[in-house]
């Protein structure tokens, strides 16, 4: 994720870091080199060019800009959805081990281990799902959270954050057998475990589930062709200057194209996706202070403006 303060109009246009531009720099060029070529072909065989008007291409643009605003629409609702669940998900997390260090009595030596459990649980919850998310392996930031005995059973799990799930009800259950806690309050800490769950089904739905094929090529395909044909639109009104507006028009196009590509994905390693790291850091942190832990791990901060 990229973040960056506010700039200046002059330093706005020299910005890649996190601009789609690199990503569409092949398609613009190509693009303003076809608008050359058109350009200069019209000078010298002007007779063979028919003589189109501009009308036909500002219908089918206006076409092609609701096309491209519904896609971005839902690719960012995909994106804005998933940064939703991720903030619940710090919400069941911190109330899950308020209520844990509340509700069991720390002062004996099995509600002190519970709490550390429990607590310790929901952290290693939070980076497996974001490395479950982000198909990467877990085991370096999830192992000093667990047990000794947990790592074999949890390593043939398929789905290794519902695994911790039923691991962290397991404790709950364990808890109530030896009346560390009431059957009311067992319930409310089991609510914030199905909350989990339910972050955990939302993200996996998204992560499996991309915007239509068919629609996507459709939009695609519009795209390349409307940018293909417009220097022939516009060569006898502008003249030398069709490279111009082509790669100008080929930018909005191709580069809003582009930009719902990666926010179709939330989760993914590109510049606009979610920081999922920072963000399971920052709950890991939170956590082990709420367990009275003195020492930290590093807040991760941007890096040339992106935040992982």
């Not at 920081?275 to 791990?297: C, K, Q, S, V, Y």
Request: aromatic letters at 10%; hydrophobic letters at 45%.
């Amino acid at each position: 994720m990229i973040v960056r303060k506010k700039t200046n109009i002059f330093k706005l246009f020299f910005i890649l870091r996190g601009s789609i531009v690199p990503k569409i720099l092949p398609q613009i060029l190509f693009v303003a080199s076809l608008g050359g070529a058109v350009a200069i072909a019209h000078r010298h065989y002007a007779p063979i060019f028919p003589n189109i008007t501009v009308a036909p291409f500002a219908l089918l643009g206006i076409a092609l800009s609701l096309f491209l605003g519904f896609r971005n629409n839902a690719s960012y609702d995909r994106w804005w959805e998933a940064r939703k669940e991720w903030g619940q998900l710090l919400v069941d997390s911190r109330s899950l081990s308020r209520q844990v260090t509340s509700y069991i009595d720390g002062d004996t030596e099995s509600g002190k281990w519970a709490q550390v459990r429990m607590i310790r649980l929901t952290i290693a919850f939070n980076h497996a799902l974001r490395h479950r998310l982000r198909k990467t392996d877990p085991w370096d930031d999830i192992s000093q959270h667990l047990e000794a005995d947990d790592i074999a059973p949890l390593k043939k799990s398929r789905n290794l954050p519902d695994a911790l799930l039923r691991m962290m009800a397991g404790k709950l259950g364990a808890c109530r057998q030896k009346n560390m806690l009431s059957e009311f309050l067992i319930q409310s800490l089991d609510d914030r475990i199905t909350s989990m769950a339910g972050v955990q089904a939302a993200c996996e739905r998204i992560e499996s589930t991309p915007l239509p094929f068919a629609y996507s090529l459709l939009v695609q395909r519009t795209a390349y062709l409307y940018c293909f044909i417009l220097p022939f639109g516009i060569v006898a009104s502008q003249g030398f200057a069709t490279p111009l507006f082509c790669a100008i028009v080929a930018y909005a196009f191709f580069g809003l194209d582009a930009l719902s590509d990666e926010l179709e994905e939330p989760f993914g390693h590109s510049a606009n996706n979610l920081p999922l790291a920072a963000m399971a850091r920052a709950t890991e942190i939170n956590l082990l202070e709420i367990l009275g832990e003195e020492i930290f791990p590093e807040p991760i901060l941007p890096i040339k403006h992106l935040l992982e």
